[in-house]
């Protein structure tokens, strides 16, 4: 029996942006404009056009959230002092185009983001820069949609009131 295994070595950068507004300002904020995907309605959809419309109403400014957790909830008795939300950001339809030619770019679509309060009592957004995670995987499709999450992320970071990185 034979198999195919292979591994890649790539780039990550984290960005980390500071928002303008209280923890829980920002964290309300950033749901208004990235709002809980609609799973259920999308899992009824018959048609990928169906879908299309779908995601223009559930994803106004190009992301829909797909999971939030509350970290400070789950380290609830420990010593970590922050306040601490995860979100899994993305939009599925983008994610598609990588999708259909490497089933393992969906490794890096939804994207992790947290946003925290700092010790300073700063707020902040961290996520990774999508296009250097799908730039790993050599294929200009892929890399294409990578730079696509990237001017979305830039464009939801003014929205959120943060200075754009220059990486984006």
Not at 79 to 97: C, D, F, M, P, V
Request: aromatic share 8%; hydrophobic share 40%.
């Amino acid at each position: 029996m034979t198999t195919d295994n292979a591994s890649t070595d790539h780039v990550a950068r984290r960005l980390v942006v500071t928002l303008p507004r209280p923890y829980d300002a920002a964290c309300e904020h950033f749901e208004t404009l990235v709002p809980q995907a609609d799973l259920s309605r999308f899992f009824q959809l018959g048609s990928w056009n169906a879908t299309l419309e779908l995601d223009q109403i559930n994803a106004p400014h190009g992301f829909m959230h797909y999971y939030r957790s509350d970290i400070c909830a789950l380290m609830v008795g420990s010593q970590s002092l922050w306040k601490a939300t995860q979100y899994l950001i993305g939009n599925h339809i983008l994610a598609e185009r990588a999708f259909r030619e490497d089933a393992s770019a969906a490794l890096h679509a939804p994207l992790p983001a947290v946003i925290y309060a700092d010790p300073d009592g700063d707020t902040k957004l961290a996520v990774d820069q999508p296009s250097l995670l799908f730039d790993s995987y050599d294929n200009p499709q892929i890399t294409e949609t990578g730079r696509e999450f990237d001017t979305r992320l830039g464009h939801l970071i003014t929205l959120l009131g943060g200075d754009v990185p220059p990486q984006l």
